[in-house]
Nanobody, 126 residues
Framework: QVELVESGGRLVQAGNSLRLSCVASGRTFSTYAMGWFRQAPGKDREFVAAISWGGGITIFADSVKGRFTISRDNAQSTMYLQMNGLKPEDTAVYYC???????????????????WGQGTQVTVSS
């Protein structure tokens, strides 16, 4: 059974940084594209960033481009989201997600991801 567990979310002031982690278990981590999504209260879940299985391809939402970076350590079965220059509008529950089929490319569509974590809360105060 595939399990994704996020951590690292907390309350921070605007302008500060956070690093989220997503630890995967239950299958070979290194062969699947993965992504980060977020959902703010009253809003739909939205794409944040995604990364290919080998880390060579990364994509970002325009709202976080230049501020967030995504990376992965396949030896540790862990994906990261480094968030710099945080803004109050970044406040949301952040979810990591994994595609089901090996060798798949990262995508912005939540529908293309098959496995999801429970989320970690990020709150940015002004």
């Amino acid at each position: 059974q595939v399990e994704l567990v996020e951590s690292g979310g907390r309350l921070v002031q605007a302008g500060n940084s956070l690093r989220l982690s997503c630890v995967a278990s239950g299958r070979t981590f290194s062969t699947y594209a993965m992504g980060w999504f977020r959902q703010a209260p009253g809003k739909d879940r939205e794409f944040v960033a995604a990364i290919s299985w080998g880390g060579g391809i990364t994509i970002f939402a325009d709202s976080v481009k230049g501020r967030f970076t995504i990376s992965r350590d396949n030896a540790q079965s862990t994906m990261y989201l480094q968030m710099n220059g945080l803004k109050p509008e970044d406040t949301a529950v952040y979810y990591c997600a994994s595609r089901k089929n090996s060798g798949t490319i990262p995508t912005t569509s939540a529908l293309m991801y098959d496995y999801w974590g429970q989320g970690t809360q990020v709150t940015v105060s002004s």
